[in-house]
């Protein structure tokens, strides 16, 4: 089992920045990739950004430029960092762990943290 508690959401105005962190707790060992996700108001969720164990990273594109995905492995914790941040960035951003078991993944959900920027 992996826990993930997430922080650092907020409001904020058209062109400010803000820094969201993911806490993972548990078999944190067993974790494949980590990322964040986000789900605006009568949208599907969509991948913001991912990073693997071995640190390969992705942005989808709406964010590249703008957000920076990391981690420091010491604490088990991951970050994204946005900057320019635009009204269509408002959402409910989670953090994603992905678990490999043989062919299968599992995957575990933070409990959502609410970003709302302001044109």
């Known amino acids: 089992q992996v826990q993930l508690v997430e922080s650092g959401g907020g409001s904020v105005q058209a062109g400010g920045s803000l820094r969201l962190s993911c806490a993972a707790s548990?078999?944190?060992?067993?974790?494949?990739?980590m990322g964040w996700y986000r789900q605006a108001p009568g949208k599907q969720r969509e991948v913001v950004a991912t990073?693997?164990?071995?640190?390969?990273?992705n942005y989808t594109d709406s964010v590249k430029g703008r957000f920076t995905i990391s981690r420091d492995g010491a604490k088990n914790t991951v970050y994204l960092q946005m900057n320019s941040l635009k009204a269509e960035d408002t959402a409910v951003y989670s953090c994603?762990?992905?678990?490999?078991?043989?062919?299968?993944?599992?995957?575990?959900w933070g409990q959502g943290t609410q970003v709302t920027v302001s044109s």
């Open positions: 548990g078999n944190t060992f067993s974790i494949a990739s």
């Open positions: 990073i693997s164990r071995g640190g390969v990273i």
């Open positions: 994603n762990a992905v678990v490999l078991r043989g062919t299968n993944a599992n995957n575990y």
